[in-house]
């Protein structure tokens, strides 16, 4: 976008980079706040039906769908409480800690092809590095409002998180190795085509391996059944007991955002990304470069794709909060250390050995793209590096470039 | 509109602005500088433990965005799980082991500071000369900077070096990359965890538990004979208490 304004409007670069820079952060604000909007609304809808209620269904006309308007204003007109004994600054920063945390996470979240705010090499890396950090916020919570209630939920939610990271990482780390990269954007274009080509179809390991990444993704944003740290059942409200209004909205906002965003990597890392299940882009003809108009409607397509998706992630995660039944901490360590961990390790090396034994899939008729990264990377016969597609490798490309530069410059 | 746009621009830009033009990367890496820099000595001031350890997050934080300022992603991402994510994990542990009244509020003496003062200076002195010293870090980097990707590394990692100009070169005189030193290190921290996981393993009982004693036991034969076990185990008091 940078340089679109400065090429085609002839703004000076800095102008154009601080506008680009607002337009994205705006943006991605507007895809938690908007986002909570709606889900809040789509989760007591949810809940309500799941329990044979009505949900809201005043406010706003037919469906209640103003329902999380009227929340918001109520909440702002909340009275802003700190305890007596509360250390106060960290009180009031903590909702701010999970909510950065959340917002950042988003920055190299790539929404379709190059709509994203900043493609990031080690894309996946960033976002679960990331994510981590919004227990920070938890635990400020927890420590800050001087209530044993908040203190339990805290320390429950970090013994919960830093668990729960090591499967998902070893859930991540499959898609990464089938890609080839960690750039969200290029492992998305290695399952482009039909649904066939996604990572959650590409042999039986990963099938399982993408259950496991949503369990551990739903316990890692502290959704139910993994919600330990907000039982309100032992701990009246966990560690968000002492906090009212906008604070609290803060946690929320937080919550809801990182539900998307663990909807949104499940979908880019084994779903396809933008790619929908049949390529209608590519089967009507339209294709990148092909025209201007093109070129924004397979974006605007790809955009809807991604959202869509990352969206039945969230009901899904709603679904089965309120179906199951809360475990016991214990009960939440077991799943994590002795059934996750275990089984992600064991579906890595098996991915691991399909990849070497079976690299063409089971059905060598649906073509795949070349996610022959590796292949790029070894001399060719003849001594140069082999050519490489230029739209799935991006980043092997500009490496290669590189190194060709290198060369070049030993060479003179 | 596009047009319109443009004179907009130039409009704006023909007016006299304070800030004709601003270097974001000069601005944004002075930023990141303050924050560590000042969340470090924050660090050393603040007298609550909690308090220290979010301003260290801040300032780790801050480091990491310096990494990510030089492109340096896969560093930054690196210091934002393992430093800044350690730190929670020791904020958490220091908050339970140190809850006690007398540590979480930490109060140097004077003498501790004038002594810590003098040793952190003395020791930045030696840093800043080191530093600068070398004289080809403070020319501007010339040459080619390739774009940041994290496959070198992951290649070098599994004994492949492309980052070399191996490249095409015969392969006797392709560099071997880190496969050994990555191996070792695999298994190091294997070790260290298997190490862990003995250490916090739970100790085996070595007095059985009441029930399963009472479940292992024959049947009592009479009510006189089960009052007596009752006496035994009462007196002695350490099986019924589950033998912890």
């Known amino acids: 976008m940078a340089d679109f304004l400065i090429n085609t409007l002839g703004l000076p670069a800095w102008l154009a980079w601080t506008v680009a820079a607002v337009v994205a952060a705006v943006l991605i604000l507007h895809v938690i706040a908007g986002g909570a909007l709606v889900f809040i609304w789509a989760e007591r809808k949810i809940a309500g039906r799941i329990q044979d209620r009505l949900g809201p269904t005043r406010t706003g006309g037919k469906f209640g769908w103003l329902q999380s308007l009227a929340d918001g204003i109520k909440l702002l007109a909340k009275e802003d409480l700190m305890p007596d004994g509360a250390d106060g600054m960290l009180f009031r920063i903590a909702p701010y800690v999970s909510f950065c945390a959340s917002f950042c996470a988003f920055i190299c979240l790539p929404f379709a092809f190059d709509v994203v705010g900043q493609r990031l090499n080690v894309g996946v890396f960033f976002v679960i590095a990331v994510l981590g950090l919004e227990v920070f916020g938890v635990i400020l919570a927890g420590y800050a409002s001087a209530s044993k209630w908040s203190l339990f939920g805290a320390m429950r939610e970090a013994a919960q998180v830093v668990s729960y990271e090591v499967p998902l990482g070893m859930c991540v780390v499959v898609p990464v190795m089938l890609a080839g990269s960690m750039d969200l954007v290029t492992i998305a274009e290695k399952q482009a085509g039909w649904f066939t080509n996604w990572f959650l179809f590409h042999d039986p390991f990963t099938f399982v391996v993408f259950w496991i990444y949503v369990t551990c993704a739903v316990a890692s944003v502290n959704r139910a059944p993994f919600d330990l740290a907000e039982a309100e059942s032992e701990l009246v409200a966990g560690f968000h007991t002492e906090y009212s209004g906008l604070r609290w909205s803060f946690f929320f906002m937080a919550e809801y955002g990182s539900m998307f965003l663990v909807s949104a990597l499940a979908a880019l890392l084994f779903m396809g990304g933008w790619n929908g299940p049949i390529p209608v882009a590519t089967l009507l003809g339209l294709s990148e470069g092909t025209g201007d108009t093109a070129h924004y409607l397979v974006r605007l397509v790809g955009l809807a794709n991604l959202i869509g998706k990352a969206t039945l992630g969230v009901l899904m995660m709603m679904w089965i909060r309120w179906t199951l039944p809360r475990l016991r901490i214990d009960q939440v360590m077991t799943t994590c250390l002795k059934y996750c961990t275990p089984l992600a390790a064991a579906m890595f090396l098996g991915a691991m050995l399909w990849q070497i034994a079976l690299p063409g899939g089971l059905v060598p008729v649906l073509h795949r793209p070349a996610a022959e990264i590796r292949e790029g990377w070894l001399p060719g016969p003849g001594g140069e590096v082999r050519a490489r597609d230029a739209v799935s490798t991006g980043d092997a490309v500009s490496t290669g470039d590189a190194v060709a530069a290198k060369v070049a410059q030993v060479g003179s | ?244």
């Not at chain 2, 433990?49 to 991402?77: D, H, I, K, P, Q």
């Not at chain 2, 994290?150 to 015969?170: F, H, S, Y």
């Open chain 2, 1 to 244: 509109m596009m047009p319109g746009i443009a004179t907009f621009a130039d409009a704006v830009l023909a007016a006299p602005l304070p800030l004709a033009a601003i270097n974001w990367h000069s601005f944004f890496f002075v930023l990141f500088a303050a924050l560590a820099c000042g969340f470090a000595v924050a660090v050393v001031a603040a007298e609550n433990v909690v308090r220290m350890a979010l301003y260290l997050v801040l300032s780790l934080g801050a480091t990491a965005g310096l990494f990510f300022l030089a492109g340096a992603e896969f560093v930054g991402a690196m210091q934002l799980m393992i430093y800044v994510g350690g730190t929670l994990v020791l904020l958490v542990f220091g908050v339970m082991l140190t809850a006690q009244a007398p540590f979480v509020s930490i109060k140097g003496s004077g003498r501790d500071k004038v002594v810590a003062g003098v040793v952190g200076a003395v020791l930045l002195a030696v840093l800043l000369q080191a530093a600068l010293s070398v004289k080809a870090w403070r020319a501007p980097a010339a040459g080619v900077v390739a774009d940041p990707a994290a496959t070198p590394i992951g290649m070098a990692l599994v004994g492949v070096r492309v980052d070399e100009p191996g490249v095409g070169a015969p392969a006797r005189n392709v560099r071997p990359g880190y496969l050994l030193p990555f191996e070792i290190v695999s298994i190091h921290l294997l070790v260290v965890l298997v190490g862990a996981a003995y250490l916090a393993r739970a100790k085996r009982r070595k007095i059985p538990r009441a029930i399963d004693v009472a479940a292992s036991a024959e049947p009592p034969a009479s009510v006189a004979e089960h009052a007596a076990i009752g006496r035994d185990r009462q007196r002695s008091g350490s099986v019924l208490a589950g033998g912890r």
